[in-house]
């Protein structure tokens, strides 16, 4: 089943000069491939839209203001199953109990500084693609 998701390098990725290493592991799964991509800063509005479900949770307004903290590379990403299957190359949200391996597992220790968002359902992919890239249907 073909999928579209959304996928950014955070902050942490960019400045620590991991672009090209996650985006290989990504390029280097079978039939996948990258559609769009883009490095920008993202700003409050943006933030807002794309973290809204987490609003008023203890991590918010830190999360927010790390990703505003630098550019983020978003890109595009169309293949079979790629929405489950970029979640699993990240591995689980805390870096510490992702395994070694996947990509939060391999250069992550804080929670917040997880280096790399994938949607999570199709219906987030929906959702998120609208925002960060209108343009694309
Ligand atoms: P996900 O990125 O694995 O889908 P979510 O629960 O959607 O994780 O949280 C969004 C982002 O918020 C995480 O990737 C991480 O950067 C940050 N975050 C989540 N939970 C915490 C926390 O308990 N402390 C600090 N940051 C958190
Ligand atoms: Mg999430």
């Not at 391996?101 to 997880?114: A, L, P, W």
């Amino acid at each position: 089943m073909s999928q579209r998701t959304l996928v950014l390098l955070k902050p942490d990725a960019v400045r620590r000069g991991l672009i090209g290493e996650i985006i290989g592991r990504i390029e280097r799964k079978a039939d996948w491939s990258i559609t769009a991509m883009e490095l920008r800063e993202l700003g409050q509005d943006t933030l807002e839209q794309h973290y809204g479900e987490h609003r008023g949770k203890p991590f918010y307004e830190p999360l927010v203001a790390f990703m505003a903290s630098g550019p983020v590379v978003a890109l595009v990403v169309e293949g079979e199953r790629v929405i489950e299957g970029v979640r699993r190359l990240a591995g689980p949200t805390d870096p510490i109990a992702a395994e070694p391996g996947s990509i939060r597992g391999d250069f992550g220790t804080i929670v917040r500084e997880n280096l790399i968002h994938a949607s999570d359902s199709e219906e987030s992919a929906i959702r998120e693609l609208k925002i960060f890239f209108p343009g694309i249907s």
